[in-house]
């Protein structure tokens, strides 16, 4: 499958839409993209270079982003692009290849994810329950092809909590 195409693709007919994405978000979707088709690169073909080399540790290293601005800036819009990508160019689905959270179940629902509670599977108001070997095993089968993580309004979530689910 040439997911490079898939996603230019995509990309193009996403740039046709009425709503489309403004310089800074259609950045962010182009950066996402590149570590997909990187990462696919190193799952298929590896890396020559020793594990201790500053270029591969780079390549191997996750990508992480943080999207800031004030309330109505759009921030939960591109999470929506993003997960679009992931569905309509790369045929992933939620739940299995990447997982939305939100603190609040209003915005999880609007994002088409699942609160943290629910995704990290962690009980409300009780704290940590502690996972016997049955739910870390299916943590591990429901996990195990998980990819990307995206948190919507990650600042309303508590350390704890973070932290919980993380371990989870």
Not at 70 to 79: D, M, Q, V, Y
Not at 101 to 115: K, S
Request: aromatic share 8%.
């Amino acid at each position: 499958i040439d997911y490079c195409q898939r996603m230019e693709e995509w990309f193009a007919a996403l740039q046709k839409e009425i709503v489309k994405p403004a310089e800074e978000d259609a950045e962010i979707l182009r950066a996402a993209m590149q570590r997909v088709l990187d990462e696919f690169q190193l799952e298929k073909e590896g890396c020559d270079l020793p594990k201790a080399h500053a270029n591969r540790q780079a390549r191997e290293e996750p990508m992480r982003g943080f999207i800031h601005g004030p309330p109505g800036t759009g921030k939960s819009r591109l999470i929506y692009w993003i997960r679009r990508l992931f569905t309509e160019a790369l045929g992933w689905e939620h739940g299995v290849q990447f997982l939305c959270v939100a603190f609040q179940n209003r915005v999880a629902h609007a994002m088409g994810g699942v609160t943290c509670h629910a995704g990290g599977d962690i009980t409300v108001g009780g704290g940590d329950k502690g996972l016997d070997h049955t739910d870390i095993d299916v943590l591990f089968t429901r996990n195990q092809d998980l990819r990307r993580l995206l948190f919507d309004e990650v600042g309303m979530i508590g350390d704890a909590l973070l932290g919980t689910f993380e371990k989870h």
